[in-house]
């Protein structure tokens, strides 16, 4: 496997922040999250989406990809690049074309904290390159405008409920899906709150009901180490 030969090189840089660690912070964060793979990586793929993040975990096979994500930029996305992203194909060997050799170039960069993160950027084109190290991305990409599948927060203290993981899905009609997982071992009430929707009607499909509203929300109880499959629409279901 060419994960297996890569490992064994002695160019080989362990990644600092895996893809899989990458993934659940975002999934924790209840942001929509999409893999875009590079062999998918086509300006029309890539402008389906206001920001892209490219971690360490990210090795380049083709030389074509710099190129692709310079454009991505320059027609107005967010590129979140990590220190060492695409700069080895799957072999090991150093890339000759990467992403740096023309982020890099720009003598705009500026040093900044958006909350406890370290950052730098520049604008590039219309849009904007992010260089970053911490896997914690929830207040970057606050800050840079991204909205929240929901929001889940305790009722009694309006505070983020940190341990509840979130898949998301939209129909034609408006009607949006979640499974909310608790990766708790004790029970968690909830309030959701679904941005753009003040009085969400909420069903419970695992148990046939609806779920009571109130404060811009629906309730909802969650079981140790469990999850509910939920739809929710602007009209009642």
Do not use: M
């Not at 004790?186 to 009085?199: F, H, M, N, S």
């Amino acid at each position: 496997r060419p994960s297996d030969r890569l490992a064994k090189t002695s160019a080989f840089r362990p990644s600092s922040v895996t893809l899989s660690a990458l993934v659940d912070a975002l999934t924790f964060s209840h942001y929509k999250t999409a893999f875009l793979l590079e062999e998918q990586l086509t300006p029309e793929n890539a402008n389906r989406y206001r920001t892209l993040i490219v971690p360490d975990a990210a090795f380049a096979s083709y030389e074509t990809t710099p190129a692709l994500l310079k454009r991505y930029v320059e027609a107005g996305g967010t590129l979140i690049l990590y220190p060492h992203a695409l700069t080895q194909n799957e072999y090991g060997a150093s890339t000759t074309n990467t992403l740096f050799s023309w982020s890099s170039a720009s003598t705009n960069w500026t040093s900044a904290k958006i909350g406890k993160i370290d950052v730098k950027s520049t604008p590039i084109g219309h849009g904007k390159v992010f260089r970053v190290e911490s896997p914690d991305l929830d207040a970057l990409l606050h800050s840079l405008g991204l909205t929240k599948t929901c929001q889940c927060l305790d009722p009694a203290t309006g505070g983020e409920l940190p341990n509840l993981e979130v898949s998301h899905a939209q129909t034609a009609d408006g009607t949006q899906g979640f499974i909310i997982f608790n990766r708790t071992d004790r029970k968690v009430t909830a309030l959701i709150k679904i941005p753009g929707l003040d009085q969400p009607h909420a069903r419970d499909r695992c148990h046939d009901k609806t779920l009571p509203t109130h404060d811009g929300g629906f309730t909802l109880e969650l079981a140790p180490d469990n999850g509910e499959i939920i739809t929710v629409s602007p009209a009642p279901q």
